[in-house]
């Protein structure tokens, strides 16, 4: 049911749940308040990490999703896209690695749900763009309802996939002018960041894609300038 009456520990995995204000802030949710949060109050957002063993049955029995929603949000490997359902959106998008000793190159799926209601979000590791998300709702800065947090991701992921992209291209071109004059040890290091840079880059196109399909696609929770700020930013990669 709605009412989250269901064991919220570690196994689940819930990582951080708000409340949201309407007016850029947001109140946390400890278990009690994520399991008493009904339709009607203000829209919630609950974010996991969806290798938890029990994520996949939490969402099925609490979040009340479809079977194929919930495969989808928990599968690791999935690919950027937006599928419409008649009670919300699932988006799937991709960030970069930027923890700790990890290859940025490698990209990690954040998988979306977005009703009405409800924000749900599930990662494998640590993302960036999530961080931004909470400091600017503890802040006060942040969205005030699910279709402008849906935005603020998107925009924050675009935002340092550029980012890094421009950073890598910008390295490639300063070390191709010394490709000439480089020893072994160089010249494998500028293959490496063309291989990088290659792979980024193919990333980009998919994500283009999904953002782009969830402005044409108007889910339920969004309006009109929403859309445009979506083309937008499907234009941006």
């Known amino acids: 049911a709605y009412g989250y009456r269901v064991s919220m520990d570690e196994s689940i995995g819930l990582i ?29 957002w609950v974010h996991m990490d969806l290798t938890a063993p029990a994520a996949a049955g939490w969402l099925e029995e609490a979040a009340e999703l479809d079977e194929w929603v919930i495969e989808a949000l928990t599968y690791p490997g999935s690919r ?12 799937v998008l991709r960030g970069p690695n930027l923890n700790p000793g990890a290859d940025a190159s490698s990209m990690i799926p954040l998988a979306i749900w977005a009703d009405r209601h409800r924000l749900i979000t599930l990662r494998s590791e640590a993302l960036k763009s999530i961080t931004d998300l909470r400091l600017s709702l503890e802040e006060g800065r942040g969205p005030g309802n699910v279709a402008d947090a849906v935005i603020f991701l998107v925009e924050a992921l675009e935002g340092r996939l550029a980012g890094l992209v421009a950073r890598h291209e910008e390295e490639l071109d300063r070390l191709g002018e010394l490709d000439r004059f480089a020893d072994a040890r160089s010249r494998r290091a500028l293959s490496e960041l063309r291989h990088d840079v290659a792979r980024l880059r193919r990333f980009l196109i998919p994500q283009r894609e999904a953002v782009g399909a969830l402005a044409a696609a108007k889910p339920a929770g969004f309006d009109a300038d929403d859309f445009v700020q979506l083309r937008e930013q499907a234009n941006l990669y």
């Open 16 to 44: 951080q749940s708000y409340l949201l204000d309407g007016r850029g802030g947001a109140a946390k949710l400890a278990r009690r308040g994520v399991e008493d949060w009904k339709p009607g109050d203000p829209p919630v």
């Open 80 to 91: 950027p896209r937006t599928v419409v359902h008649e009670e919300g959106v699932l988006v």
